[in-house]
């Protein structure tokens, strides 16, 4: 059973960093995508950013394109969020999420086709 940890989420002011990770264990060699999406208070999840597992291809939602950047580790077992410059509406609980078929550029935003999610970190940017 494959399981999603995250962790780094915080209190920080507006214009601070903050870096989240995901730990996934109990993976088979199956993942082709981990993503990052977030959910603010009375709004839906919405995709943030994610990253191939094989060819490091990057997705970023354009809010928040040249302020974050997903990464993974070379053991493939943790994926990272380094959020910068991070503004008030950054708010929210963030997900990692974790896919085991292929996406292509419009799936890869879609919560529907993720197949492992974590249970959350929150993030709160003060203004």
């Known amino acids: 059973q494959v399981q999603l940890v995250e962790s780094g989420g915080g209190l920080v002011q507006a214009g601070g960093s903050l870096r989240l990770s995901c730990a996934a264990s109990?993976?088979?060699?199956?993942?082709?995508?981990m993503g990052w999406f977030r959910q603010a208070p009375g709004k839906e999840r919405e995709f943030v950013a994610a990253v191939t597992w094989r060819g490091g291809f990057t997705y970023y939602a354009d809010s928040v394109k040249g302020r974050f950047t997903i990464s993974r580790d070379n053991t493939g077992s943790t994926v990272y969020l380094q959020m910068n410059s991070l503004k008030p509406e950054d708010t929210a609980v963030y997900y990692c999420?974790?896919?085991?078929?292929?996406?292509?550029?419009?799936?890869?935003?879609?919560?529907?086709?993720?197949?492992?999610w974590g249970q959350g970190t929150q993030v709160t940017v003060s203004s």
């Open positions: 999420a974790e896919a085991i078929k292929p996406l292509n550029f419009r799936t890869v935003t879609d919560t529907g086709t993720y197949d492992y």
């Open positions: 109990g993976r088979t060699f199956s993942t082709y995508v």
